[in-house]
């Protein structure tokens, strides 16, 4: 059984359709990139599958024992994040809520767990430093490990890359591959850079209010629509 | 110092005073640390004017305050959220608008009326004198209830606070966490109008949070630090007070005032020394 399963799923916001007709799967071990201009509905799709809006038409199933809730997510940074008063281990530790239950404090296996991811993304050293005070990579990488505290599944990823220099970009690409290849933790990245969708992921789902192409990232390069989003770079 | 607080503890009045101030003080600063850097601090402010259009209406009518005053600000602090939420109208041009509107209001019903008594000067500008017995008890098992569930949701609160997009896709109700937020903070700033006053109680909300945030790195360390200047602030500035005869509620904010540019002082050698 697949890990996701989206079938023929349509999303609406005041009766007016934002995405339709999504098919797709998602495999444990897979790296889905969703690519798409803005508005193209991704974001929509995102919401839909943390569970945050039901589809108005088809269904989204999960399998292998994953809920909604145990998913790990990383959003869209906001602006109000950037001076924030938090540690490194107080942001890491917030992912592990939806294991808190109805206990009111975190217990130590959670805070151990928090300190192993903090170790995945190489935050280790850095650990009781200001979360305010670190570069936009360092940051990214510590909202990586809440992301990875809070599953050992799967991993939604909403613009991962969006504010970082390119350097950084590529360090956060190796990490995602890294955790996706040898920890064996599934990734579902929305970007709307063609790049990541052709050479980083392995499968590609591309949105324009309905869905254009979904496939290999190989047979995405050969595409039509493959070809026009990557511009040159395509061959 | 300690012979004129041990000389203010002999006044009964004065003891009940400090204590209400102390747990209201404390409330509004660990409050604080959420609504200011979840950018609500507005609200602490239009909320202080809805309490003060309340409190003159329900003194005109002969309620007891309290029992007006309380449900009268929950019921604004979910409009101020919607508010400050919605990208329709502008949010801080809304609020402006609801707490002069409020502002304007008490004072038309008062003086059209009873006239300008000195109730009303007291709920602009806060006595220790006005607290009865009663109000003392409601305040302080209100504040204690506020104290109680800011410990028990602490790491939600964080969360929440940090990343509502994140909490909510890790299940948390962030809209019901904002509206307890709302509710929490009305009751506080309800409690402690009587003795800051509605034009200063919004300053208990904002001030300590942002004092702690200029040495603070930690959310923990913020909030605990945020508690501390409150409290120190508090009692210092009830002394000032005592000791200058001055109001109770403007010598608190100007002591929070000289805390605030200590501690940036402090961060600003701190920024130098580690610079170089």
């Given at each position: 059984?697949?890990?996701l399963?989206?079938?023929?799923?349509?999303?609406?916001?005041?009766?007016?359709?934002v995405?339709?007709?999504?098919?797709?799967?998602?495999?444990?071990?897979?790296?889905?990139?969703?690519?798409?201009?803005?508005?193209?509905?991704?974001?929509?799709?995102?919401?839909?599958?943390?569970?945050?809006?039901?589809?108005?038409?088809?269904?989204?199933?999960?399998?292998?024992?994953?809920?909604?809730?145990?998913?790990?997510?990383?959003?869209?940074?906001?602006?109000?994040?950037?001076?924030?008063?938090?540690?490194?281990?107080?942001?890491?530790?917030?992912?592990?809520?939806?294991?808190?239950?109805?206990?009111?404090?975190?217990?130590?296996?959670?805070?151990?767990?928090?300190?192993?991811?903090?170790?995945?993304?190489?935050?280790?050293?850095?650990?009781?430093?200001?979360?305010?005070?670190?570069?936009?990579?360092?940051?990214?990488?510590?909202?990586?490990?809440?992301?990875?505290?809070?599953?050992?599944?799967l991993?939604?990823?909403?613009?991962?890359?969006?504010s970082?220099?390119?350097?950084?970009?590529?360090?956060?690409?190796?990490?995602?591959?890294?955790?996706?290849?040898?920890?064996?933790?599934?990734?579902?990245?929305?970007?709307?850079?063609?790049?990541?969708?052709?050479?980083?992921?392995?499968?590609?789902?591309?949105?324009?209010?309905?869905?254009?192409?979904?496939?290999?990232?190989?047979?995405?390069?050969k595409?039509?629509?493959?070809k026009?989003?990557?511009?040159?770079?395509?061959? | 110092?300690?012979?004129?607080?041990?000389?203010?503890?002999?006044?009964?009045?004065?003891?009940?005073?400090?204590?209400?101030?102390l747990?209201?003080?404390?409330?509004?600063?660990?409050?604080?640390?959420?609504?200011v850097?979840?950018?609500?601090?507005?609200?602490?402010?239009?909320?202080?004017?809805?309490?003060?259009?309340?409190?003159?209406?329900?003194?005109?009518?002969?309620?007891?305050?309290?029992?007006?005053?309380?449900?009268?600000?929950?019921?604004?602090?979910?409009?101020?959220?919607?508010m400050?939420?919605?990208t329709r109208?502008?949010?801080?041009?809304?609020?402006?608008?609801?707490?002069?509107?409020?502002?304007?209001?008490?004072?038309?019903?008062?003086?059209?009326?009873?006239?300008?008594?000195?109730?009303?000067?007291?709920?602009?500008?806060?006595?220790?004198?006005?607290?009865?017995?009663?109000?003392a008890?409601?305040?302080?098992?209100?504040?204690?209830?506020v104290?109680?569930?800011?410990v028990?949701?602490?790491?939600?609160?964080?969360?929440v606070?940090?990343?509502?997009?994140?909490?909510?896709?890790?299940?948390?109700?962030?809209?019901?966490y904002?509206?307890?937020l709302?509710?929490?903070?009305?009751?506080?700033?309800?409690?402690?109008?009587?003795?800051?006053?509605?034009?200063?109680?919004?300053?208990?909300?904002?001030?300590?949070?942002l004092?702690?945030?200029?040495i603070?790195?930690?959310?923990?360390?913020?909030?605990?630090?945020?508690?501390?200047?409150?409290?120190v602030?508090?009692?210092?500035?009830?002394?000032?007070?005592?000791?200058?005869?001055a109001p109770?509620?403007?010598?608190?904010?100007c002591?929070?005032?000289v805390l605030?540019?200590?501690?940036?002082?402090?961060?600003?050698?701190?920024?130098?020394?580690t610079?170089?």
């Amino acid at each position: 059984m697949s890990l996701l399963q989206v079938q023929n799923a349509a999303f609406r916001y005041d009766g007016k359709d934002v995405v339709t007709g999504l098919n797709f799967t998602v495999e444990h071990c897979d790296y889905l990139c969703i690519v798409g201009e803005n508005g193209s509905g991704k974001s929509t799709l995102v919401k839909g599958l943390l569970g945050l809006k039901a589809p108005h038409n088809g269904t989204i199933t999960f399998g292998e024992g994953l809920t909604a809730r145990q998913i790990g997510y990383l959003p869209q940074q906001k602006e109000s994040q950037r001076d924030f008063p938090a540690s490194v281990q107080e942001v890491v530790l917030s992912g592990t809520l939806n294991s808190l239950g109805v206990r009111p404090f975190y217990t130590r296996e959670q805070k151990k767990n928090a300190l192993t991811q903090i170790e995945r993304v190489g935050m280790l050293p850095l650990k009781n430093a200001a979360f305010r005070e670190l570069s936009g990579g360092q940051q990214q990488r510590a909202l990586l490990a809440r992301a990875l505290a809070a599953t050992k599944m799967l991993l939604i990823l909403d613009e991962p890359i969006a504010s970082l220099d390119p350097v950084a970009a590529a360090d956060m690409y190796r990490l995602i591959e890294e955790i996706n290849r040898d920890h064996g933790v599934t990734v579902v990245m929305v970007s709307h850079d063609p790049h990541a969708a052709a050479h980083e992921a392995k499968s590609v789902l591309h949105l324009e209010n309905r869905q254009l192409f979904y496939g290999t990232s190989a047979d995405y390069r050969k595409s039509e629509i493959g070809k026009r989003f990557l511009g040159g770079e395509g061959r | 110092m300690i012979d004129t607080i041990r000389e203010m503890l002999s006044y009964p009045f004065l003891v009940r005073a400090i204590v209400v101030g102390l747990l209201v003080s404390l409330c509004a600063s660990l409050l604080g640390v959420s609504l200011v850097l979840k950018r609500f601090s507005m609200i602490g402010d239009g909320l202080s004017h809805v309490g003060f259009g309340a409190l003159a209406i329900a003194s005109v009518a002969n309620i007891a305050p309290l029992t007006l005053a309380i449900p009268v600000c929950i019921a604004a602090s979910f409009l101020l959220l919607r508010m400050s939420e919605s990208t329709r109208i502008k949010g801080d041009a809304a609020i402006a608008m609801l707490s002069a509107g409020a502002l304007a209001i008490g004072v038309m019903v008062v003086s059209m009326t009873t006239g300008m008594n000195t109730d009303v000067y007291n709920y602009m500008f806060g006595s220790i004198l006005s607290l009865s017995s009663a109000d003392a008890t409601l305040s302080i098992v209100l504040s204690a209830v506020v104290l109680v569930l800011f410990v028990l949701f602490y790491p939600r609160l964080f969360a929440v606070t940090f990343d509502e997009s994140f909490s909510r896709a890790t299940g948390i109700p962030t809209r019901a966490y904002n509206a307890a937020l709302a509710t929490l903070s009305s009751i506080t700033v309800v409690l402690g109008m009587r003795m800051m006053g509605a034009l200063l109680i919004s300053s208990l909300i904002i001030f300590p949070v942002l004092t702690a945030m200029r040495i603070g790195k930690k959310y923990l360390s913020v909030t605990l630090l945020s508690a501390v200047v409150a409290i120190v602030g508090f009692i210092l500035g009830m002394v000032v007070s005592y000791v200058y005869e001055a109001p109770s509620g403007a010598s608190i904010v100007c002591v929070n005032i000289v805390l605030f540019l200590l501690f940036a002082i402090a961060d600003a050698i701190r920024n130098a020394v580690t610079k170089k």
